[in-house]
């Protein structure tokens, strides 16, 4: 018996649609393996369609108040808690996360966001007006850019939508949102959600592949093009955007250090560290998976950090004991085993290691330690539940091996001495710092990196200000 597979379609000018030429993807929960849905696999018609729906959206909603935006924004916030339930049963489905983790650690701050932008777009700040020529006033306005084009990635699909189309819309902005090709669900759950709330035209979905994306960052029509996801992809939509000279918004990579010093509190940090590393298997940017820890207690701390990764459970999503659910797709169950297969003679396998059961994409919980600072795996992003460990004498080369890769988005520093935790905050080359902690976001302050991490905020009012233009506007005094 074949069971019929769900029917996923976009979302343009405030219809749902199949794509123009009928093709289809099957989506597969990665908790199983198995299809359960189709999704269109959106073309240049697809793209031309939505990018013309939100053109002639952009006029109307540019010209709405904040007060009108606010109120728009904190209605789709209420209706998102409201229908909790069947968004976590979505992402769940999309995903494999845990039922119970993605309804406590996602959809609550999912909700908080909207509701921070609804109140940010009564907020901008801008300079006050003033006569800095005699006989002349200027003033200074922020405006939106126009219609945004963003693409969201299949790690968190539902948190990291809103971070995108939350922002633009306070601003008085526009948006086709493209989610991932294994993760559409929720978005086009979303999508059903706001229909009742946002005129048409506003927000578009338009599920597809990586030439979906690419024909969407390439379209004359976005003023802005902005995308979560690899360093790879985001090099090609920063040289495709080069063309026509559009802003862009990268969030790409990390390989987060997690500096531990002797003074720490090692109880506290291989608990937080364990969670922090393991939590969403590892497919997080942020996650505390490359450990620094001082030479004079790094046996100690790997037997501990060994010991809760086999304590830590991997599991089907409606397993109340598990923290982490499946990779999300079989290339990238390969590509984590590829990093363990691949390791050098001088690494040691503390824990895990291997696959987890024959169904779905799962993986344990690994701990690597003995590694160098030009390991593969200690270089280039995992993504995956694997912590490794390295060892350092003091708080200088600390620093040299925390700084010494391509990313720098996140990092943690864990001592309790004041003094040096100032100075390594200080000095290490990272868009967000935490001491004594590990991947606590909040709406208020900004997220996002340097170096190859890419450029631009979420969250805050600087991903705010990131979705504006800023214009001169100078009048006479005789006139």
């Known amino acids: 018996m074949t069971t019929e597979l769900r029917r996923l379609r976009n979302y343009i000018g405030g219809e749902f649609k199949d794509a123009a030429d009928g093709r289809t993807t099957e989506v597969v929960n990665p908790a199983t393996g198995e299809a359960y849905a189709t999704a269109p696999l959106s073309g240049q018609a697809d793209v031309d369609a939505a990018m013309a729906a939100a053109a002639a959206a952009f006029p109307g909603w540019r010209d709405t108040t904040p007060a009108e935006r606010q109120k728009a924004l904190l209605k789709i916030a209420d209706a998102f808690e409201a229908r909790a339930d069947e968004l976590v049963a979505a992402e769940s489905e999309n995903t494999g996360k845990p039922l119970g983790l993605t309804a406590s650690e996602e959809l609550p701050p999912m909700v908080d966001q909207i509701r921070f932008f609804a109140g940010a777009a009564r907020l901008l700040e801008g300079r006050s007006a003033g006569e800095y020529m005699e006989g002349l006033t200027s003033i200074v306005r922020r405006e939106p850019v126009g219609v945004c084009a963003q693409v969201a990635p299949w790690n968190y699909p539902m948190m990291m939508a809103v971070w995108k189309f939350a922002p633009a819309i306070a601003a008085g902005n526009t948006v086709v949102l493209k989610p991932s090709d294994t993760t559409p669900a929720s978005t086009v759950l979303m999508a059903e959600i706001i229909d009742s709330v946002l005129p048409k035209g506003v927000f578009n979905v338009v599920c597809g592949d990586r030439e979906t994306g690419k024909a969407m960052v ?66 997080d940017c942020t996650a505390a998976t490359r450990v620094l820890v001082h030479e004079s207690i790094h046996d100690e701390f790997v037997a501990a950090l060994a010991k809760a990764a086999s304590d830590t459970k991997t599991g089907q999503p409606d397993d109340e004991d598990v923290l982490y659910g499946p990779l999300n797709n079989p290339n990238q169950l390969k590509q984590v085993a590829g990093f363990i297969e691949r390791l050098p003679a001088h690494a040691k396998v503390e824990a895990g290691g291997h696959q987890v059961g024959e169904k779905g994409y799962f993986y344990a919980p690994t701990v690597v330690s003995g ?25 200088s080369q600390a620093l040299e091996y925390a700084n010494g890769v391509e990313f720098a988005l996140a990092s943690s520093v864990w001592t309790k001495n004041h ?3 100032m100075r390594m905050s200080k000095n290490l080359d990272f868009g967000c710092v935490w001491i004594n902690t590990h991947i606590p976001l909040v709406a208020e302050m900004p997220h996002g990196g340097f170096k190859k991490s890419g450029y631009g905020k979420d969250l805050s009012a600087y991903s705010f200000e990131d979705y504006t233009r800023i214009k001169h506007v100078m009048t006479s005094l005789d006139g």
């Open 218 to 283: 390439e379209h004359s029509t976005p003023a802005m093009a902005s995308i979560t996801g690899s360093v790879r992809a985001g090099m090609q939509v920063a040289e495709s955007a080069s063309k026509d000279v559009k802003r862009v918004h990268l969030e790409l990579g990390g390989k987060a250090p997690v500096v531990v010093f002797e003074d720490a509190d090692l109880a506290k940090a291989v608990e937080d560290i364990a969670v922090a590393g393991y939590f969403n298997a590892g497919q």
């Open 419 to 421: 003094g040096r935790a």
């Open 371 to 395: 590694l160098k600072q030009d390991d593969e795996i200690i270089q280039n992003e995992v993504f995956g539940p694997v912590i490794t460990v390295q060892s350092f004498t003091d708080e």
